[in-house]
């Protein structure tokens, strides 16, 4: 468990959920530290696990994944072994962006980028139904995106 944060940790929180690439010296600038402790506080932040990687995000449009789908996934059976092959399954699949573990009426949520309508219906036919013990796939395709974000809400954590 990570130390609480102070108004310094969430600070730089936010400051590097929305500019991941900053500098040190640009981080302390924008909350107010020097350089050397702000790149400490940013260490332990990293030790600690609280900031697991900084990424760049890319716009899916651009790049020509226009299709954006969210499956539902029904197992055949939930033997640990059957769950542990699916998740290893989808792991490799870089079309498969995130996958979730649910508890109710489907096991798993996926969030899976295409090209178009053709290029998911193969990546359904030729490997999603493919998959070790899958039953049922029940796929939404996302007509548009009203709000899409990774930054957490980080204003309103205890200190």
Request: hydrophobic share 45%.
């Amino acid at each position: 468990m990570p130390q609480s944060l102070d108004a310094y940790d969430r600070k730089i929180l936010r400051f590097l959920q929305a500019n991941g690439g900053a500098s040190t010296a640009e981080v302390g600038e924008a909350v107010g530290l020097s350089q050397s402790p702000c790149w400490r506080r940013i260490r332990r932040l990293e030790d600690d696990g609280v900031i697991r990687d900084r990424v760049a995000l890319l716009d899916r449009d651009k790049l020509g994944l226009s299709v954006l789908v969210f499956a539902h996934v029904k197992l055949e059976t939930h033997q640990s072994d059957a769950l542990d092959d699916f998740k290893r399954a989808i792991a490799v699949l870089p079309e498969v962006q995130e996958c979730y573990v649910l508890m109710g009426e489907v096991d798993f949520l996926l969030r899976v980028v295409a090209k178009d309508i053709k290029d998911y219906e193969r990546l359904f036919f030729d490997r999603l139904s493919q998959l070790p013990a899958v039953r049922e796939i029940n796929s939404m395709i996302a007509v548009s995106t009203t709000k899409e974000t990774s930054a957490l809400p980080i204003a309103d954590m205890p200190v």
